[in-house]
């Protein structure tokens, strides 16, 4: 069994930065490709990023290519989303995911999942 605790959200301006952290209870976080997804108010959750055991190999949907960028550090059991340029549309509860296969674009991919933490994007 995995816990994830998600924190490192909040109300940020425009163009502004935030970065999100999980940490990950067990001693087997290196076993799991990690994700990021977001749901926004009466949309459905939808993928962010990812990234495999290792942090090889990460993945990032089309909108967020060139301001996010996801990391880990496995002796911290933690996985970073580091969110530039946000924008109004990033809006949204972001949820971070584990997976013991490879990472995957769809959220049934994912065995684990965190409480979600809030981030508005506002003036």
């Given at each position: 069994?995995?816990?994830?605790?998600?924190?490192?959200?909040?109300?940020?301006?425009?163009?502004?930065?935030?970065?999100?952290?999980?940490?990950?209870?067990?001693h087997t976080f290196r076993s799991y490709a990690?994700?990021?997804?977001?749901?926004?108010?009466?949309?459905?959750?939808?993928?962010?990023?990812?990234?495999?055991?290792?942090?090889?190999?990460?993945?990032?949907?089309?909108?967020?290519?060139?301001?996010?960028?996801?990391?880990?550090?496995?002796?911290?059991?933690?996985?970073?989303?580091?969110?530039?340029?946000?924008?109004?549309?990033?809006?949204a509860v972001y949820y971070c995911a584990a997976?013991?296969?490879?990472?995957?674009?769809?959220?049934?991919?994912?065995?684990?999942?965190?409480?979600?933490?809030?981030?508005?994007?506002?003036?």
């Open positions: 069994q995995v816990q994830l605790v998600e924190s490192g959200g909040g109300l940020v301006l425009p163009g502004g930065s935030l970065r999100l952290s999980c940490v990950a209870s067990g990690m994700a990021w997804f977001r749901q926004a108010p009466g949309k459905e959750r939808e993928f962010v990023s990812a990234i495999n055991w290792s942090g090889g190999s990460t993945y990032s949907t089309d909108s967020v290519k060139g301001r996010f960028t996801i990391s880990r550090d496995n002796a911290k059991n933690t996985v970073y989303l580091q969110m530039n340029s946000l924008k109004p549309e990033d809006t997976s013991i296969r490879v990472y995957s674009v769809n959220a049934y991919g994912y065995d684990y999942w965190g409480q979600g933490t809030q981030v508005t994007v506002s003036s």
